[in-house]
């Protein structure tokens, strides 16, 4: 997406859901909220629609989209405050260093929608269900803590489901179309809508960590 002239001072002109500095907030996440609900995060929140889409739905959890592109975090934003969402916020870092951000089990879970395929053999380091990711979700979540995964592109969605199996998580749930299924209260994607009106199928999964560990 191009440069998007005011992004940068929208953002700012809104520190009640775009969050300055978030590392002063790891492990006080409840404290920025005002609760202890629990917390769900979407790594690369893109435009909003999710993120927005489900803390709309969901009051009784706490939302944060990432994204560390300015303009359409700001999109993402005006959706926000159209909706005036206390349970949201939003954070523009790089959503490969979530351990400066949230303490050791402040998660209770993560969602991944889209994410960039890096289909080159080369960049698979870069796949955020590549296993480095995947350590550090699982030092951030909670015991017993889960992923979910949405995409269109197949050749991720195997990739994926075979990285979170050789992680030793637990695959509770797969789709392999989504859409064609009786999956109840789906809240879409910006890409998810204009993919499915093409009639590509919508993959999606949801893996769980296996390990059990005492809460901090």
Not at 129 to 148: M, S, V, W
């Amino acid at each position: 997406m191009r440069k998007r002239h005011g992004a940068a001072e929208l953002l700012a002109s809104h520190p009640e859901l775009v969050v300055d500095e978030p590392a002063k907030w790891q492990g006080r996440w409840t404290e920025r909220f005002g609760n202890d609900h629990p917390i769900h995060i979407e790594i690369g929140s893109g435009k909003g629609q999710f993120v927005v889409g489900m803390a709309k739905a969901h009051p009784e959890i706490n939302y944060i989209g990432i994204d560390m592109q300015l303009s359409v975090l700001s999109i993402a934003l005006e959706k926000a405050l159209e909706e005036e969402l206390p349970n949201l916020q939003l954070l523009h870092v790089n959503g490969e260093e979530l351990t400066q951000y949230f303490a050791e089990n402040e998660v209770d879970q993560i969602y991944l929608n889209f994410s960039d395929p890096w289909p080159k053999t080369r960049h698979e380091k870069r796949r955020l269900t590549f296993k480095t990711f995947l350590a550090t979700d699982e030092i951030i979540l909670k015991p017993n803590g889960e992923i979910h995964f949405k995409t269109d592109n197949r050749g991720l969605f195997e990739y994926s489901l075979s990285s979170f199996s050789k992680y030793g998580m637990i695959l509770e749930q797969v789709w392999l179309d989504l859409h064609a299924s009786d999956y109840e209260g789906n809240i879409m994607t910006e890409y998810e809508a204009k993919f499915s009106a093409k009639g590509q199928p919508i993959y999606r999964v949801e893996a769980r960590f296996q390990t059990e560990k005492t809460t901090k």
